[in-house]
């Protein structure tokens, strides 16, 4: 530590010195003290600005739900989803992020509202549980197997899944066909069919983002994953409930439970 930086420190209250020993912080949380944690975000006030995106979309009181947090990070969301009375799981494989969590909860005061657990999104297979409100947001493109992790987010959603992915460029979408001949197949080559980019290496220096879906496909997984997109507030963000027929929403189970090892029976 520099001279300058333990003059910083020594100057600095509580809730500041702790800010920067958990730091690096990917969430900025406004904490009661007026401190921030990642003031100068590359994106901005991050992910704020996301939030008021959604937030007029999700009931104002949410007494009685519960709420499922996938990759909640430092749990920006769940402590918004907690303040409007959520019942709030927030899970994460990483465990420096859970730890911010964990201290942030109790700095906010709600750590009755909150828990934060370490767990994998494939590991939610084996979680007996089903939510009212599952967040997925900004982690899909992050797992090497997406759509396996969109089948098993489906299963746990009981009113409403908030999805957001990175995409690629290409807002258009065609409405797919029922079926497609082997002659046919320049069509997969047109623009609105459904495309996801693979990234061998590392996307804005990250090498675990590995895929970047386009519009079309975005949309096409969520319906292949027995989700029915009821809106789609802003960019890249997609309001879902679960479809109507339990049979069709279930469909891909078999292949959940033999990538995952889960036995029907513990479903
Ligand atoms: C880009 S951040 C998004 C954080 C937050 N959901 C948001 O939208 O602001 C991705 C988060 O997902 C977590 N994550 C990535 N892969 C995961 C996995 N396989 N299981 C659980 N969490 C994962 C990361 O640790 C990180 O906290």
Not at 45 to 56: G, L, T
Not at 156 to 183: C, H, S, W, Y
Not at 202 to 225: F, H, I, K, Y
Request: glycine share 8%; with cysteine.
């Amino acid at each position: 530590m520099s001279l300058q930086s333990m003059g910083a420190a020594a100057g600095a209250t509580e809730v500041e010195r702790r800010i920067s020993e958990l730091a690096p912080w990917f969430h900025n949380l406004h904490l009661p003290d007026g401190s921030q944690t990642a003031p100068d975000h590359p994106l901005g006030d991050f992910p704020a600005f996301k939030w008021n995106e959604i937030e007029s979309s999700l009931p104002e009181d949410l007494s009685g739900w519960s709420v499922l947090d996938i990759g909640c990070n430092a749990g920006f969301y769940s402590f918004e989803l907690a303040r409007r009375g959520g019942r709030v799981l927030g899970i994460d494989h990483d465990e420096h992020y859970l730890t911010q969590a964990g201290w942030a909860a109790e700095v906010l005061g709600l750590q009755e509202r909150t828990e934060f657990r370490r767990m994998g999104v494939y590991e939610l297979a084996h979680l007996d549980a089903s939510f009212d409100l599952v967040i997925f947001m900004g982690v899909l493109y992050h797992l090497r197997h997406p759509l396996l992790a969109l089948d098993i987010v489906a299963e746990k959603v009981d009113r409403t899944l908030v999805f957001q992915t990175l995409t690629m460029p290409g807002n258009e979408v065609i409405a797919p066909p029922e079926d497609v001949t082997l002659d046919e197949r320049d069509i997969l080559l047109r623009a609105g069919w459904p495309k996801m980019a693979f990234i061998e290496h590392a996307l804005a220096g990250d090498p675990t983002n590995w895929w970047a879906p386009d519009v079309a496909c975005v949309e096409a997984m969520l319906r292949s994953s027995g989700l029915h997109i009821e809106a789609s507030p802003a960019h890249e963000i997609y309001l879902c409930s679960p479809c109507g027929n339990p049979l069709e929403s279930r469909r891909h189970s078999a292949e959940v439970d033999a990538a995952t090892n889960r036995s029907a029976s513990g479903r």
